[in-house]
């Protein structure tokens, strides 16, 4: 079985789909493993690494598409790489199946089997898996120390000679997996925290991370699905939570906002308004601009300013810390892979608890029912 790394070729993608030590796990189980000449870069790891660790090294794009078996990628192939791959090869990454499912038909008309990190099942077994959530991790570190970075004051309460200097007040909308990392770093960094989210286990999270968790009254509606993921709500719902964010955001230095709906767009929690209430020198930094932004100010991976607020979404801050992103992506990917190879070669058991649910192109079709709806 050959598997094959390509470099990302995406504008400012800075991750590889394998880190070395990936590969030498992967050769020892009887893999050969290729990769493209400096794919390792962004992420601090050169050919001769690679090399190192038992991989072969090409600098032919095309052969390496040609002859790849399996092909672990972060971005989604462009339809002419995925008419490159052999009938039945592999390719396993972030595909964006339920944002932009349209874009994996040339995936299915080329015969490939194509697995989507973003739907194998959140399941015990799994979590090692989890990319999502490894993404969404280094997301909300960056997003705080981008805000700290840019926001005119400190973090932390100082007592000095001169006086005492108050400690900045963050606010983290959606209490996920990247919310979660957030609010950690943000009190870390000695602010004082707030976190928002509708799903009531969140609270507790919020809690014991030792922020402040504001609560509105829903009225006992249902908040989440059987998955623990959260559910779109009416639009009383949602102008409650909005009004409750607006009053703290008058006193708050930075909102970051991480709040999604799987399948859905995200959902609008500051309004105009609220975003008109802030104090001057204060920051939104909207981690949802991928799927319309939490602000109603958001333009993806651009800066907005109002009346001396900024309002910033960067949509790929994984790659702004490549090497750790890549690490646990890395590793990622390898959970997933390792079961399916037996003596060097990949058995795809689609009974697989795991398998089946991730896998959205097979033998020239789209096998995923929510993908072949939305389609
Ligand atoms: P996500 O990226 O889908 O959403 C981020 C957060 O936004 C969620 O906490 C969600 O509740 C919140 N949100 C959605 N609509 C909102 C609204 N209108 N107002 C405020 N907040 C809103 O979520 P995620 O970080 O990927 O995690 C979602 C769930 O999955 C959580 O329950 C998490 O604990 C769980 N999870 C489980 C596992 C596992 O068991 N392996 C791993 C990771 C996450």
């Given at each position: 079985m050959n598997i094959v790394v390509l470099r990302e070729n995406q504008q400012g993608e800075s991750r590889v789909a394998l880190m070395p030590e990936a590969v030498k796990k992967l050769v020892a189980l009887k893999a050969s493993v290729q990769i493209e000449s400096s794919a390792g870069l962004g992420a601090a790891r050169s050919d001769e690494d690679y090399r190192n660790a038992g991989a072969e090294i090409s600098a032919d794009r095309n052969a390496l598409l040609e002859s790849a078996d399996v092909m672990p990628v972060v971005n989604r192939p462009a339809a002419v790489d995925f008419a490159r791959l052999k009938k039945g090869a592999v390719v396993i990454g972030f595909l964006r199946p339920l944002d932009e499912p349209s874009a994996l038909q040339p995936a299915a008309d080329c015969g490939v089997t194509a697995f989507a990190v973003e739907l194998i099942p959140r399941i015990t077994r799994a979590q090692s898996m989890d990319a999502l959530s490894s993404m969404a991790t280094v997301a909300g570190y960056k997003a705080v120390i981008i805000g700290a970075d840019r926001i005119p004051r400190m973090f932390p309460l100082l007592m000095t000679a001169a006086g005492t200097v108050p400690p900045a007040r963050v606010l983290v909308l959606g209490a996920g997996v990247a919310g979660l990392q957030a609010i950690a770093t943000a009190k870390r960094l000695g602010a004082v925290v707030e976190g928002y989210d509708v799903r009531a286990a969140a609270g507790e999270q919020v809690k014991s991370l030792g922020a402040t968790f504001l609560e509105v009254?829903?009225?006992?509606?249902?908040?989440?699905d059987a998955g623990g993921y959260a559910v779109e709500l009416s639009d009383e719902a949602m102008n409650r939570g909005r009004a409750l964010i607006a009053e703290h955001a008058k006193q708050t230095d930075i909102i970051i906002t991480t709040a999604q709906v799987p399948?859905?767009?995200?959902?609008?929690?500051?309004t105009e308004d609220a975003v008109n209430g802030m104090k001057r020198g204060s920051l939104v930094i909207d981690l949802a601009g991928a799927t319309g932004g939490n602000c109603a100010l958001t333009k993806a991976d651009e800066i907005v300013e109002r009346n001396g607020v900024t309002v910033i979404a960067p949509t790929n801050l994984a790659a702004t810390v490549p090497v750790h992103a890549s690490q646990l992506y890395s590793r990622n990917i390898t959970a997933f892979l390792t079961p399916m190879i037996k003596d060097g070669q990949l058995q795809i058991d689609m009974n697989d608890d795991v398998v089946g649910p991730s896998c959205v192109t097979h033998n020239g079709e789209i096998v995923n029912k929510r993908v072949s709806d939305m389609l």
């Open positions: 009254d829903l009225g006992g509606i249902k908040t989440e399948g859905r767009r995200a959902p609008l929690l500051i």
